[in-house]
């Protein structure tokens, strides 16, 4: 159920970190993806400050679960290389402190069950210590977003929700209602993990988003290529790409290089 | 009976998966209610539960059995007479029929023992749906019986070689696909859990078990039984049996779950008794989890029980006290499945065969003259491998 402190947040008249950072200018902005503590807890960090300093708006960080049911392949693997490395929510947040200490802001995407698991109060304040702009919680829709979405609010954290092309309009108020930092569009119906085609129908669903919100719109699922991001240019504000990054990393090739070629076709 | 309020059985339940299939639940919710309210549907469910089911199943009074045990009652809900073997086809049929009045092509499932695997597998050949089904590698080796009935009846078998490559990944992996397919495909759960409105649809679908059996009960002499006794993996033929005996104060109502090597060892599937409260597969319920909220793996000779979750109706009856939960081992299982084999001519699954098990502490307990119940919910051709590796 909705409940009353979520609906409060809609009008705010300072616009968040992400926000700012999110908004596009004349360029698309990139978000990448990595997973916290893969391929090892050492390496993520090198590779996260890496990646914040290489020209994108913000970083996302994963917290693995077991059983991640919105991941494609890629992220399940490197999501269950980080756990038998031994990472878990402290670990990630961790990850999180010293990839933030960078200046980009950094938004943590893992399902309930591990925040649950820590105590949702707990992990709200503690990702606001480490400098955590904003969260992501796939398997959270608004409907039972509350208290947890109540607590990250009152830390000061960003709650981003996702839209998807099945949303119906009445739903698609209720979570741009509830969003701050960005609105998340999933432009595909499926899991995450690179496609070739960006779908037809998304342009429209990021435009259906504005019609409810004044907040950057970010697109993802699906968008690896410097093509898509040309495509997205002019329509969205970001586009968030996870599963290439990964797959670079889990190669042991240096994702920057990528991010690079993404960048110069954000322009 | 508990009431859910949008989709809660006190603080279990909810939706906790991806926005994608948000509109799917809705949509599903929706028809559920209008199919549930028509008296068309009813009659067609009806038709097919007397005809391709074979409903009503008999209630079969085991008497060597209950000899065996000092001279208790023991009476059978006879699910394993059910057509395809066991209770699932129940839920399978009706949800085929709401397939068809969602106007979808395609249907997935997951499956453990195979049981739903089968049933469902089956609905699609009666009904003319394309049919998808996960199945762990693990299980797969040790139901290899099913995997085959399931291809001859025209179902595309999916090995699942995620984690544990048992139910909970094929789990996963249907939803996933679920999740890219939403638009054409229906998703038939094989047990009372996943999101709303999943649980509480699936009781209504399974609750004719016990609605049959109170009244068998109760014809043969006119009271009711002592205790109603129901194997708990997911939990569906459970919840099926004790829905019609909630109100019956007087009536004991015990879940068995897979203690598999002994609930302190580390290796079974006994959620109510194991576990804690966590989102597993969209619902918040008991959960076989670590401290930092990691799925745990499991371990119980049935397939069927191995399952690290449970329908979140069965985590309210469990914190109201109205049904006790327990697990039995491996090893008692496999005696209680060749003890009810060699005495009465019936060749249980291993899924009820922990719930056979139970039934025979209690007897002792109750002594003679005691009024037990158990649901036998599938019959064992399928375990015979498992107990031949015993």
Same mark, same amino acid.
């Given at each position: ?6 609906? *409060? ?22 978000? *990448? ?232 076709? &954000?322009? | ?92 049929? @009706? !949800? ?18 195979? !049981? ?7 609905? &699609? ?80 679908? !399974? ?14 002499? @006119? ?36 203690? @598999? ?49 449970? @329908? ?62 158990? &649901? ?15």
């Amino acid at each position: 159920m909705v409940s009353d402190t979520g609906r *409060a947040r809609g009008a705010r008249s300072t616009r968040s970190k992400l926000d700012q950072a999110l908004r596009a200018d004349k360029d698309l902005k990139l978000v *990448a993806y990595i997973m916290g503590g893969h391929p090892n807890r050492k390496r993520s960090i090198e590779v996260g400050k890496k990646l914040a300093t290489s020209g994108v708006a913000a970083l996302e960080i994963g917290i693995p679960h077991s059983d991640p049911l919105a991941d494609g392949p890629v992220i399940q693997r490197a999501g269950q290389a980080a756990l038998e490395h031994g990472i878990n929510v402290e670990g990630c947040l961790e990850v999180a402190a010293a990839i933030a200490a960078e200046g980009t802001p950094v938004v943590l995407m893992t399902y309930i069950n591990p925040i649950l698991a820590y105590d949702p109060r707990k992990f709200a304040a503690e990702a606001a210590q480490a400098g955590v702009a904003g969260v992501i919680v796939p398997d959270l829709p608004v409907e039972e977003s509350e208290p947890v979405a109540g607590w990250l609010r009152s830390a000061s954290l960003d709650t981003i929700f996702m839209v998807s092309p099945t949303t119906s309009a009445h739903r698609l108020q209720s979570i741009c209602e509830h969003s701050s930092g960005f609105v998340y569009c999933v432009t595909v119906t499926g899991i995450t993990g690179a496609r070739k085609e960006i779908p037809a129908g998304m342009k429209e669903l990021i435009q259906q988003v504005r019609s409810h919100t004044e907040l950057p719109v970010a697109a993802g699922f699906g968008i690896s290529r410097p093509e898509h991001m040309k495509a997205l240019r002019g329509t969205a504000d970001a586009a968030v790409v996870g599963s290439a990054i990964v797959a670079e990393i889990d190669k042991g090739s240096d994702p920057v290089k990528l991010v690079k070629e993404l960048l110069k076709a &954000c322009r | 009976m508990s009431h859910p309020e949008r989709g809660r059985f006190g603080p279990y339940g909810g939706q906790y998966v991806p926005e994608t299939l948000m509109g799917a639940l809705e949509e599903l919710e929706d028809v559920w209610h209008e199919a549930k309210a028509d008296t068309q549907f009813q009659l067609e469910l009806a038709g097919h539960r007397r005809a391709f089911v074979g409903r009503p199943t008999p209630l079969y009074s085991a008497t060597r059995l209950g000899e065996h045990f000092g001279g208790a009652h023991i009476h059978l809900k006879r699910e394993d007479l059910c057509h395809t073997g066991a209770h699932k086809l129940n839920n399978a049929v @009706g !949800q085929a029929l709401l397939a068809l009045r969602m106007g979808k092509k395609r249907i997935i499932a997951e499956t453990g023992a195979g !049981q739903h695997g089968v049933a469902v597998a089956t609905v &699609c050949a009666r009904f003319g749906f394309e049919c998808t089904v996960y199945m762990g590698t693990e299980d797969m080796r040790r139901q290899s019986m099913n995997v085959r009935r399931m291809k001859l009846l025209g179902a595309e078998v999916v090995e699942v070689t995620a984690g544990t490559k048992t139910l909970k990944d094929a789990t996963s992996e249907a939803i996933r696909d679920w999740v890219t397919n939403v638009r054409t495909t229906h998703y038939i759960i094989g047990s009372v859990v996943g999101p709303h409105p999943y649980p509480e649809m699936v009781r209504d679908l !399974q609750r004719v078990i016990g609605d049959e059996a109170r009244e068998q009960y109760l014809s043969v002499d @006119g009271k009711l039984p002592d205790v109603v006794i129901a194997c708990v993996g997911g939990g569906s033929n459970a919840i099926g049996v004790f829905t019609a005996f909630l109100d019956d104060k007087d009536v004991a109502l015990v879940g068995v779950e897979a203690a @598999g090597e002994g609930v302190r060892t580390g290796h079974h599937a006994a959620s109510l008794v194991g576990g804690r409260p966590g989102v597993l597969h969209g619902s918040y319920s008991y959960v076989l989890q670590d401290r930092d909220g990691q799925i745990l793996p499991t371990h119980s000779v049935s397939a069927g029980l191995d399952y690290p979750g449970v @329908g979140p109706e069965h985590a309210f009856l469990r914190d109201a006290e109205r049904v006790e939960y327990v697990a039995v081992t491996d090893k008692d299982a496999i005696a209680a499945f060749k003890l009810c084999t060699r005495l009465e001519g019936i060749m249980p699954a291993l899924e009820p065969a922990h719930a056979l098990h139970h039934a025979g502490v209690m007897a002792r307990e109750y002594g003679p003259g005691g009024r037990i119940l158990v &649901c036998l919910s599938g019959r064992g051709d399928k375990d015979m491998d498992s107990i031949d590796g015993v």
